[in-house]
């Protein structure tokens, strides 16, 4: 059941608009989550292959309709059709593929051998329960292939689940819907609710799910994690980042140009784990400097349909107007424009492309989180002094390393604050779906995708069985005689030679005292 309200969907590069979605109530979320409960424990039966059939229909779908879905999700958040069909439409295909082969893998019920001769009478088995009733809440950056990931783990790992799309991209919710519905999962299983975000953590969370799985900015991450501790239930939280690319002197410069060009003014900046601060070695500086002016300068910005743009338009007007007044308070305090796009001023929402030297870590360009196509370059010194003002975030989602040196790489991977670090590359674990994605510092709490993602799914029951074959154990109470004799015995045992001799003086003779 829905009111007689709508949110309305625009086009951000043109303002027109694109459709109307019913909005639910809180009563409608209530609701939901009963329905998805009683839902969910039929799925919970299902086996890992069952489940994986229903996800190849989902899958099936998507590869059928993928464009015609890239360019819904192009219409509605900003970005070409091409960045729609590779980051979003590619991504969330290769996902089908890893979760539906390994989830049996990761979760099944599995046998733990004991660590000690104290458990030598136990047989121990694992299990990975489902969580019940997920919550997922997604942004409007990547409002596909975020969304779908954290779908196909809540499946596999045998949930049900309460969805809420961003409002600025509606549209892609009404697509996740319909690769919903191509999986014929059970009825109810899957609930999309459109409600506005700033009721919607309270709502969720007070109609009782089990788990909440959100992605979005700091603030609100903050807001739900407090919400959530009064239930006391689990949340991971996906949130910003303030990603540095380290650029070393024996770089291969172009690469790095390329690589800083794609990560981060792609989806115009709009990426969580987008490269927005680059620091260079002082000897490449100027001539890195160089081919990024050339090649940021070649770039168009404008409406993503149009056959010649690189970079399409902000998605919302709200972080158009955010980056605008950062780039122009940088200006301000000093930073200098060392390269800019070409626009088309006609297209609306749309930012130039740009590039900022000049710049120092106490402006709020280089601070915060920009979420927009504008990055500043500053030169370093020596390797030390890089890491330094990499780290020098309260973020720490990911951060990339340019050299030809890979053990350097390597080395300078392990002392980054942060969750992924790529050597050579940016942004690009996240289409990786085995790999766990999430940051470090304030820039997330837990892990999605992959193994770990899963394991976020489920929580995990432990089933002891004790085949012990006398009446009593030595040590219940009241205690047998040998008791204090058998527990000194046991915990010097698992110790050098020395320390089992001692203990097996102490289970003949046992302590002095006790
Ligand atoms: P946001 O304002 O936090 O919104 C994200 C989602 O949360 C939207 O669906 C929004 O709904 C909803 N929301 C807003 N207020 C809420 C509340 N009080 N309770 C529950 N849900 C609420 O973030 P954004 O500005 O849209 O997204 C950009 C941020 O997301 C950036 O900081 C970016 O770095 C981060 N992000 C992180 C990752 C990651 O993997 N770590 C990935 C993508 C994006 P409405 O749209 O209805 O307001």
Redesign the pocket.
């Known amino acids: 059941m829905s009111t007689h309200i709508h949110t309305e969907a625009f086009n951000p590069a043109t303002g027109e608009s694109l459709g109307q979605i019913p909005q639910n109530t809180l009563e409608d979320i209530q609701h939901a989550v009963s329905r998805i409960r009683k839902a969910q424990t039929k799925w919970a039966d299902f086996s890992f292959s069952e489940r994986g059939k229903h996800l190849r229909k989902m899958q099936r779908h998507l590869i059928e309709h993928g464009e015609e879905y890239a360019r819904i999700i192009s219409a509605d958040n900003g970005k070409t059709l091409t960045d729609a069909y590779i980051t979003e439409i590619s991504s969330a295909v290769i996902a089908f593929d890893y979760y539906i082969k390994h989830s049996a893998r990761v979760l099944r019920e599995r046998r733990v051998k004991g660590s000690h001769i104290f458990s030598l009478f136990t047989r121990n088995r694992l299990q990975q329960v489902p969580m019940g009733v997920v919550g997922i809440?997604?942004?409007?950056?990547?409002p596909l292939a975020?969304p779908m990931h954290e779908i196909l783990m809540a499946l596999m790992s045998g949930n049900g689940l309460l969805y809420?799309?961003?409002?600025?991209t509606q549209m892609v919710g009404q697509v996740i819907q319909k690769i919903v519905d191509a999986g014929e999962l059970p009825q109810d299983l899957f609930v999309q609710v459109n409600?506005?975000?700033?009721?919607?953590?309270?709502a969720?969370l007070e109609a009782g799910i089990d788990k909440l799985f959100?992605?979005?900015?700091?603030?609100?991450?903050k807001?739900?994690m407090k919400k959530a501790a009064e239930t006391l239930t689990p949340i991971s939280l996906?949130?910003?980042?303030n990603d540095p690319m380290i650029v070393c002197a024996e770089a291969n410069l172009k690469k790095a140009v390329n690589g800083a060009i794609w990560a981060g003014l792609s989806n115009s900046g709009?990426?969580?784990?987008g490269v927005e601060r680059i620091y260079v070695h002082r000897d490449v500086y100027r001539p890195f400097l160089k081919l990024l002016k050339k090649k940021v300068e070649r770039l168009r910005v404008g409406h993503p349909d149009h056959k010649d743009t690189h970079i399409g338009t902000m998605t919302t007007s709200r972080?158009h107007d955010a980056v605008r007044n950062m780039l122009e308070e940088a200006i301000a305090q000093g930073a200098i424009v060392e390269a800019i796009s070409q626009i088309d001023e006609t297209t609306d929402q749309a930012l130039p492309a740009t590039i900022l030297t000049e710049v120092n870590q106490e402006m709020r360009v280089m601070k915060e989180?920009t979420?927009g196509p504008v990055i500043g370059v500053m030169p370093f010194k020596n390797i030390e002094e890089a890491i330094q003002l990499a780290n020098d975030s309260d973020l720490g989602?990911t951060a990339s390393i340019w050299t030809k040196n890979h053990s350097l790489g390597r080395k300078i991977a392990s002392q980054l604050e942060a969750g992924v670090v790529t050597i050579n590359s940016h942004l690009i674990s996240?289409a990786i779906p085995n790999l766990p994605?999430?940051?470090f510092k304030q820039?997330?709490v837990g892990r999605?995708h992959g193994e770990l993602g899963l394991l976020e799914m489920t929580k995990a029951r432990v089933i002891v069985n004790d085949y012990f074959p006398l009446n009593k154990q030595f040590y219940w109470t009241p205690p047998g005689f040998v008791y204090s004799r058998w527990v000194g015995f046991m915990m010097m045992v698992g110790g050098a030679w020395s320390w089992k001799l001692k203990g097996l003086l102490k289970l003949i003779f046992g302590f002095k005292k006790l």
Request: contains cysteine; charged residues 10%.
């Open positions: 809440i997604s942004p409007w950056n990547y975020i809420k799309a961003a409002s600025e409600v506005a975000g700033r009721i919607a953590g309270d969720f959100f992605t979005g900015s700091v603030p609100i991450g807001i739900l996906e949130l910003g980042g709009q990426s969580c784990a972080q989180e979420f989602l996240h994605w999430g940051g820039s997330g999605t």
